[in-house]
């Protein structure tokens, strides 16, 4: 959501193009830092999947949750690996050797164009978080749990996030066909149903802790209680999400006009 609204426009996180700068170091790319989340998660996470067990040995069900863990740690590694520009430089050697092996030869001008790299290459397209995410909800969504409430309330925030993933495979789909040109938030649509999918399935998440499930059956909740909660709190979280960054780019622009007066006060002294 504040990757719609504008913020980090200044590291191109916002769908936008990245503002030329004085400094023009190493900036990780949005993509790389869902990358480094996911493989940190999994390869932090995989030694703790066994701690709820009553014996040394593992269950199917220890199995599975590791297999999501070396999941979240192969998908993590490839799409840090894909933003790496170097290993994508590497992976053109071949094109790249078959260019150079003429060197004294004249190219045309249409040989010129077709040397010269592909507009898409200026923006990042990488679709492998969303796809890990998606993985994650397809498979949650069909976990088996202990009692039907639960199974149901995973099934809602499994669905949640495989929704999300789709909307962010459409925002690539619509970036790939026109990469964004200007430094301004390109504000893809699908972009908001993303966020929607991901908070909303985020904290459905965590309502389907085992204390959570054992509360609801106790005061004798339904599943869609907590989804329809779930919903109107992120819809108004959403909303205020948008007025407060809405009201930093207010106080920003105050400051900036302020600061432009004192300096013609102080020139004209």
Do not use: C
């Not at 067990?53 to 999941?71: A, G, P, Q």
């Not at 991901?198 to 059956?217: K, Q, R, W």
């Not at 599943?223 to 109107?232: K, Q």
């Amino acid at each position: 959501m504040g990757r719609w609204s504008g913020s980090f426009g200044e590291l191109g996180w916002a769908w936008n193009v990245r503002p030329k700068q004085s400094s023009q170091g190493w900036r990780p790319t949005a993509e790389f830092v869902e990358g480094a989340l996911i493989f940190t998660y999994g390869a932090t996470n995989i030694f703790l999947e066994h701690l709820g067990s009553s014996d040394e040995k593992f269950s199917s069900e220890d199995l599975e949750h590791v297999s999501i863990t070396v999941l979240f740690i192969g998908g993590g590694l490839l799409a840090m690996l894909i933003e790496s520009s170097r290993i994508r430089d590497l992976l053109n050697t071949t094109t790249t050797e078959a260019t150079l092996s003429y060197p004294s030869h004249v190219y045309t001008d249409e040989e010129r164009a077709a040397l010269e790299a592909p507009e898409q290459y200026e923006f990042s397209i990488n679709p492998i978080p969303a796809l890990v995410i998606l993985l994650l909800g397809i498979m949650m969504s069909s976990h088996t749990q202990q009692s039907m409430i639960s199974s149901m309330v995973h099934k809602q925030w499994g669905n949640l996030l495989t929704g999300a993933s789709f909307a962010r495979g459409f925002t690539y789909v619509l970036l790939y066909l026109k990469p964004p040109r200007s430094v301004f938030p390109s504000r893809p649509p699908t972009e908001l149903l993303t966020a929607f999918g991901l908070i909303s399935g985020g904290t459905v998440f965590m309502a389907s802790s085992g204390d959570t499930i054992a509360g609801m059956i106790h005061y004798d909740l339904d599943a869609m209680f907590f989804y329809t909660v779930t919903m109107g709190l992120v819809g108004l979280l959403m909303a205020w999400v948008v007025l407060l960054l809405a009201f930093k780019g207010w106080a920003v622009r105050r400051e900036s006009s302020r600061a432009q007066t004192r300096w013609k006060f102080r020139s004209r002294d």
